[in-house]
């Protein structure tokens, strides 16, 4: 669905990518929305939403060569950011079940994708 429509693109280390990769296909063999799953889930979640902060928001200043009084404000607010979003997955996620645990799995999916190999 999302190649089909226009979307912005935040970079992941690749081992965040293997790993965020290995653990929707356990989650997903196991099936089951338990403790176990959705601390998995949540973990998974979080360290995306720290990549994706850190690049829309702190790459733009490390390019730009702000100062460290800058990037010191913008981690603040960033950690703010963090915080409530963490609040806010783990409320989400307490009450999953099995059908949507299915569904952010598949969403996960969605969004990760290996580099492309350089043009030759």
């Known amino acids: 669905m999302l190649k089909q429509q226009s979307h912005i693109v935040a970079p992941i280390p690749d081992e965040l ?3 965020a990769l290995y653990t929707v296909a356990e989650l997903r063999s196991r099936g089951k929305a338990d403790k176990q799953a959705i601390d998995q889930l949540y973990e998974l979640i ?3 939403t ?3 902060l850190d690049f829309f928001f702190l ?3 490390r390019r730009l060569k702000a100062g460290s009084m800058m990037m010191g404000m913008a981690r603040v607010g960033i ?3 963090l915080k409530g979003s963490k609040m806010v997955i ?3 996620l307490k009450k999953l079940d099995d059908r949507s645990l299915s ?3 598949d969403f996960i999916e969605e ?3 290996e580099p492309e190999a350089p043009s030759t």
Request: overall charge neutral.
């Open 17 to 19: 990518r293997t790993r």
């Open 46 to 48: 979080v360290e995306l």
């Open 50 to 52: 720290e990549a994706g």
């Open 59 to 61: 790459e733009p200043l």
């Open 79 to 81: 950690g703010s950011m």
């Open 90 to 92: 783990h409320k989400v």
């Open 103 to 105: 569904a952010i799995l």
């Open 111 to 113: 969004i990760i994708h």
